[in-house]
């Protein structure tokens, strides 16, 4: 474990200004506007190697450039706190323990990208959150950190809250964007991606929370040696979220290159009732599930991508061996049937049929071909759905249809080894 | 006319540009007893913002949180993603609808309790957890849901 991004959460009165700039809070933001152009800054994010931390891992500092290159007098920063990928409450720590350093972040985009207003879109369960942010914001405006000419020079920037309402796809940016404007949150057709043309069609920068928390850290210790942590291919600290049936739950900050088996039984204490570990979701729901044999996977975006897996947000679902994979795989699309957006026929359609069929195997009423559908409708849905959820929706029900193959047999045989997934029973 | 007057300026402190819809109706939604939308609101928004109802309705539609359905005093939502399913998830649903004595969707009979199923809400280290209006409950066990519900009863009489 290491202290890097969340090295003041817990330990710092959260809405302390005086606590943030003791710990070096705002120093960045005054190196930048004190001593570098726009584009130097673009540059350093960029030397960083920092890859999106909400899931895509897109290079953040090339996001930035193309915002940049943008010639349009109105453009704007969105921080994505939409944080609904289940398994994952990472963002939460960071929002709650250092407000003021994410949002260090969001001005420090802004003078690089050249943004003059800014939106947090937060997501409506965490209320509490959207209430330390307010009153984060109220202070820097204040103290004239916020507004025009932040600390006397001439660059303006403020910041709006916007709140979601509870709909998993608005953490995808377009239909984030949407749902802004006051829409549905739909997502877009692409291209032209936010950079070019996002909120009320001008050029839009989105970035996770995490990664615009990493910002003030990369342009005070720069980006040299901030590439010392993490390894060659990802650099820095990823925030992990751990959940399931591990000893301790929680969120974990830890370099790049570590392996799972490290994260599980190092720094988790294993498995609670010291029960066997059958599978690791990484990810969120919309990860890949991966069996014990695959536990010194390091954490690396390369060596994932090697595997054809992605470390997504950073969260790590352990499951033990009394979960029913069929269970598993059903309580996962029906999230994703729930959150679909309705837009797009594969993933409107394509969830429903996967759980239609999965109720049927775990009826006892499946068949062999039943497989072969279920392999085809998540491909169909993999290759073809509008965005991301719908192109990720089935990538659990995938890798399990790969690594437990037998647990899907065994199903249309008529039984189930852990006698989880009975109805009603518990 | 006074519903009218709350709704006018709950849009007045939100600001009356159509992007403000989200918000507003999430505000009002807040203000309402029975934490929903009426027809009646709905129809003042759309008034007032110059919005189609048809849309205003799409948008109220689309979003988990918001109903135009009246609930309960307490809003009860059971995380169902797998990290709480998978974690007693699946036995908190059963002791919450035996001890209300109602099913996930229904509001009991006094007005009292809604029960809803939520998508995950990033408690996923204290699963199973529930939400109960804007507080965040988790470990929980059937003692603890009976207690929990004895203490909330016991408010509501207060």
Redesign the interface.
């Known amino acids: 474990m290491i202290n890097l991004i969340s090295r003041l959460c817990g330990k710092i009165s959260p809405l302390s200004i005086k606590d943030y700039k003791n710990n070096k809070g705002f120093k960045a933001l005054e190196k930048v506007l004190f001593k570098m152009e726009p584009e130097n800054v673009i540059d350093e994010v960029k030397n960083s190697n920092l890859r999106g931390r909400g899931g895509a891992a897109f290079p953040t500092g090339l996001k930035w450039s193309f915002v940049a290159s943008e010639k349009n007098e109105c453009k704007y920063v969105i921080c994505n706190a939409d ?7 990472k963002d ?1 720590i960071l929002l709650d323990g250092c407000p003021f350093q994410v949002i260090e972040g969001m001005i420090i985009a802004g003078y690089a990208v050249g943004a003059n207003t800014g939106y947090i879109y937060i997501r ?5 959150s959207r209430n330390i942010l307010t009153k984060a914001l109220d202070i820097l405006r204040n103290e004239g950190y916020l507004g025009k000419n932040i600390l006397g020079k001439e660059f303006s920037f403020d910041i709006e809250i ?7 796809v608005c953490g995808e940016e377009t239909a984030l964007i949407e ?8 997502s877009r057709f692409k291209p032209p991606y936010p950079p070019n043309q996002g909120l009320w069609g001008r050029p839009t920068l989105v970035n996770n929370v995490e990664t615009l928390a990493n910002i003030p850290i990369i342009l005070s210790i720069g980006s040299k040696e901030y590439k010392e942590y993490g390894t060659e291919s990802s650099a820095g600290t990823k925030l992990l ?5 591990v000893v301790n ?3 974990y900050e830890v370099e790049f290159g570590i392996t799972l088996r490290e994260v599980i039984y190092d720094i988790c204490g294993g498995l609670k009732d010291n029960k066997r570990l059958k599978f690791v ?1 990484l990810g969120g ?1 919309s990860g890949a599930c991966l069996p014990k044999e695959m536990l010194d996977t390091k954490l690396d975006f390369d060596k994932l991508n090697e595997l054809d897996i992605g470390l997504g947000s950073g ?1 790590v ?1 352990v ?1 033990n061996e009394d ?1 029913c994979i069929l ?2 795989i059903k ?2 699309m ?2 994703f049937k ?2 679909s ?1 309705g837009k797009c026929t594969p993933c409107r359609e394509g969830n429903r049929h996967i759980i239609n069929i999965i109720n049927r195997i775990i009826d006892g009423d499946g068949t062999e071909r039943d497989l072969e559908l279920l392999n085809s409708l998540a491909l169909l849905m993999k290759d073809t759905s509008l965005c991301g959820l719908g192109q990720a929706a089935p990538t659990a029900l995938i890798t399990t249809m790969k690594y437990f193959s037998e647990e899907y047999i065994e199903h249309i045989k008529g039984y189930c080894k852990t006698g989880s997934c009975g109805k ?3 | 006319m006074d519903f009218k007057k709350k709704v006018l300026d709950i849009i007045k402190n939100k600001g009356e540009t159509s992007d403000k819809l989200l918000e507003i109706l999430l505000e009002v939604q807040n203000k309402t007893k029975g934490k929903y939308l009426s027809e009646e609101a709905l129809i003042i928004i759309s008034n007032e913002l110059k919005i189609p109802l048809s849309k205003v309705y799409g948008v109220a539609t689309f979003y988990s949180m918001i109903s135009t359905k009246k609930r309960g005093k307490y809003l009860v939502q059971i995380c169902n993603s797998s990290p709480c399913y998978l974690n007693g998830g699946k036995m908190v649903t059963k002791t919450f609808e035996k001890l209300l004595n109602i099913k996930v969707g229904e509001t009991t009979k006094d007005n009292l309790f809604t029960l809803e199923y939520t998508s995950c809400i990033g408690a996923c280290d204290i699963a199973p957890a529930i939400k109960i209006n804007d507080e965040v409950y988790g470990n929980l066990t059937p003692e603890k849901i009976k207690s929990l519900l004895n203490v909330l009863r016991k408010e509501d009489v207060k």
Not at chain 1, 83 to 89: A, D, H, I, L, N
Not at chain 1, 162 to 168: F, L
């Open positions: 944080e609904g990928e289940p398994g994952t409450f939460k409506g369960e965490y209320p509490k916007r709140s979601g309402a509870g709909a998993y749902s802004i404007e006051g829409n549905p949150g739909r979220s751990v959940s399931g049936s739950k929680g969120v979701q729901s969260a679902f499951g979960t269970d598993f309580s996962t029906e999230f729930h959150e957006c009603g029973e518990f």
